[in-house]
């Protein structure tokens, strides 16, 4: 059974820091891209980050670049978001997905899904 595990949310004041880290098993996932995305109460689900499956290529959502960076280790399987500066609109569940592409593409493309893990920034 294939499964997308994220950890690492938790409480944390504005200004802070956070790595998020989201383990996959159940097949691998080295040759496909993989994403992170956000959902805040009453909103839509947000694109974060996205990775390439070598790693060479990265996307970020605008309201995150230059704080958080998405980084993967392929022999661990898993992918990681190191978010810094964080802000209290920061605070959602952030989700991991892995992409049937090996390059990052359209949200449609994400098709393995992790349950999330929560963030919550406090000013």
């Known amino acids: 059974q294939v499964q997308l595990v994220e950890s690492g949310g938790g409480l944390v004041q504005a200004g802070g820091s956070l790595r998020l880290s989201c383990a996959a098993s159940?097949?691998?996932?080295?040759?496909?891209?993989m994403g992170w995305f956000r959902q805040a109460p009453g909103k839509e689900r947000e694109f974060v980050a996205a990775i390439s499956w070598s790693g060479a290529i990265t996307y970020y959502g605008d309201s995150v670049k230059g704080r958080f960076t998405i980084s993967r280790d392929n022999a661990k399987n898993t992918v990681y978001l190191q978010m810094n500066s964080l802000k209290p609109e920061d605070t959602a569940v952030y989700s991991c997905?892995?992409?049937?592409?090996?390059?990052?593409?359209?949200?449609?493309?994400?098709?393995?899904w992790g349950q999330g893990t929560q963030v919550t920034v406090s000013s």
């Open positions: 997905a892995a992409s049937l592409s090996v390059v990052p593409g359209p949200s449609h493309e994400y098709t393995y």
């Open positions: 159940g097949r691998t996932f080295s040759r496909n891209a």
